[in-house]
């Protein structure tokens, strides 16, 4: 179980956003991301609500909301 | 000491900015700065951890009644911290010291989470000592939690902190040469590739390095606005506590399992006959004593025995080894006593740190930080001179060019020691003699006071630079 939890999140983690696109460096965006897994319980609740706002973006139905930055590219 | 004016390693963080004057430390504060100022000093956590020395002592200053620097009015608040004694850097530190240093970091954290604040960063270089106790000297890292926010330093605190514990303990790769070669630290996929395929099923790689420098390698780029996702999302302090919690237990378990070097075993195997060392302890007892000596600089101190004669009679003493587990001793034997005076550090004089970072003024050399009046340099000449290939005049000239007084001890080359060190050298060093080295150390200095030990091979210099 301890081993699967994580890797469980783990697989929600990374279905939870789009591929990666080419902008400016960001190299704190992954170590953010990652403190999803590392935090425990708590951090399970919260992936599986980025999980469904994804969802709900990828849908385009209300709710969900694209936050990409307009002038980021 | 260092010159009157601005910290010229402070102004990553526009909010606030330190300065020098007389002696003391200042820091400014913008208005956004004094409202966290405001707010951390009415913490419980900071009473506490100023009142065990982990923090540093900070008190705002009244501008009345001082004559503070013209660029002092810029700021909307003026804070006075206590000096330490001598800064120091982390690739100058031993394995326990970095340890020690990242502890500190993450009690603060979680200390800081507990009362709604946070660290906006976590770097190694806002760790400080005095003596073998660390001591956080950023306050204006501390600051109100953004609601949703995750730890903005945990990246930089793998980098500086982790990375390098994990490569010494797992791997025993040095992180002094890497660390010194790159002032941001060890990025996770370096210190992946470091670790090899072993170091994977170690401990805390797979979570802290491998997914790290995975979701760095996939995220890294994104447009998205990773923070306002996670704020949206719900990204709760209890997240960040469960991280750093689990960190400190790693790291608290973390060991550097070196049993032996070429120095860590000196002093037990009997280089000096007994009347040797006592001779050339009192020696050094009676230079130390002799006038006010504020700093020390003990050159190849080793295990420490001269810096301990030295802190009887000093305000400060700095114990500089090459050797970084002659270091780590030193640094765990002083830890366990609760000493304040001594500050081992792993440096080696052939190849010192260097002035670095932007216009190479953010990390400073030795000899930038603080001037000692008295330099120990015992049984060190022949690693320097033969070792290191540095003519002896050059390496004199060097000594009393830092301006105290000098102890140093020659080692003949009749000298077993120096018979192990030309073992396999062309012996191209016929500056190695005594004669020789008396005529630069007189070229120089006045000898105070001369002594040859009773095994005839090595002789006890005190001098004191002329002019």
């Known amino acids: ?48 609500k980025l999980f469904w706002r994804r969802i709900l973006d990828i849908l385009h139905i209300g709710g969900g909301h694209d936050r990409e930055r307009p002038g980021d590219a | 000491m260092p010159e009157a004016g601005v910290e010229p390693g402070s102004f990553r963080d526009r909010s606030a900015r330190v300065f020098i004057q007389d002696d003391e430390v200042f820091r400014g504060l913008n208005e956004r700065a004094l409202e966290q100022w405001n707010t951390l000093s009415a913490t419980a956590f900071f009473r506490r951890f100023v009142a065990d020395g982990g923090l540093v002592g900070t008190e705002r200053l009244d501008p009345a009644g001082r004559t503070l620097p013209a660029f002092a009015a810029e700021w909307a608040a003026v804070l006075r911290h206590d000096r330490i004694p001598f800064v120091s850097y982390p690739y100058e530190w031993s394995f326990g010291m970095l340890r020690d240093a990242a502890l500190l970091q993450l009690d603060l954290l979680l200390a800081a989470l507990d009362e709604g604040m946070t660290l906006k960063d976590a770097s190694a270089y806002n760790v400080q000592w005095r003596g073998a106790k660390p001591v956080f000297v950023d306050i204006g890292s501390f600051e109100r939690r953004p609601p949703g926010e995750p730890w903005i330093g945990y990246r930089q605190f793998c980098q500086l902190f982790l990375y390098p514990l994990l490569l010494t303990a797992y791997r025993d ?5 890497w660390l010194r070669g790159s002032l941001e630290g060890i990025d996770p996929e370096s210190c992946l590739n470091a670790l090899g395929l072993g170091g994977r099923l170690r401990r805390g790689v797979l979570s802290h390095v491998y997914l790290q420098a995975r979701a760095q390698a996939a995220y890294g780029g994104t447009r998205r606005d990773v923070k306002a996702d996670l704020r949206a999302a719900g990204f709760d302090s209890a997240l960040i506590k469960a991280n750093a919690t689990r960190l400190r237990k790693l790291i608290a378990g973390l060991t550097w399992k070196r049993g032996r070097s070429t120095w860590s075993e000196y002093t037990k195997c009997g280089h000096y006959e007994a009347a040797d060392a006592e001779a050339k302890r009192r020696f050094v007892g009676r230079a130390a004593a002799s006038g006010s000596r504020r700093l020390v600089w003990d050159l190849g101190c080793n295990t420490g025995t001269f810096s301990r004669i030295a802190a009887e009679h000093a305000g400060y003493v700095i114990a500089l080894d090459a050797d970084h587990l002659a270091v780590e001793r030193l640094y765990q034997a002083l830890k366990a006593e609760n000493d304040r005076r001594i500050l081992p550090l792993v440096g080696n004089l052939a190849d010192p740190s260097p002035d670095l970072g932007w216009r190479n003024m953010e990390r400073k050399r030795l000899a930038s930080r603080g001037r000692p009046d008295l330099v120990l340099a015992l049984a060190l000449i022949h690693h320097v001179v033969i070792g290191a290939n540095v003519p002896i005049d050059e390496f004199v000239d060097w000594l009393a060019d830092l301006g105290g007084d000098i102890v140093i001890e020659f080692v003949t080359r009749e000298d077993p020691m120096v018979g192990v060190l030309l073992r396999n050298k062309e012996d191209q060093y016929a500056d190695y003699q005594i004669d020789v080295f008396e005529r630069c150390l007189r070229a120089r200095c006045e000898i105070l006071e001369r002594e040859p030990l009773g095994s005839g091979t090595r002789v006890m210099y005190w001098a004191r630079p002329r002019g």
Do not use: K, N
Request: aromatic share 8%; with cysteine.
């Open chain 1, 1 to 48: 179980m301890r081993l699967l939890t994580p890797l469980l999140l783990a697989c929600a983690f990374l279905l939870a956003w789009q591929p990666p696109v080419e902008a400016y460096l960001d190299p704190g965006s992954g170590s953010m991301l990652i403190q999803l897994l590392l935090g425990g319980v708590a951090g399970l609740a919260v992936i599986l």
């Open chain 2, 173 to 177: 790769i040095p992180f002094h040469p």
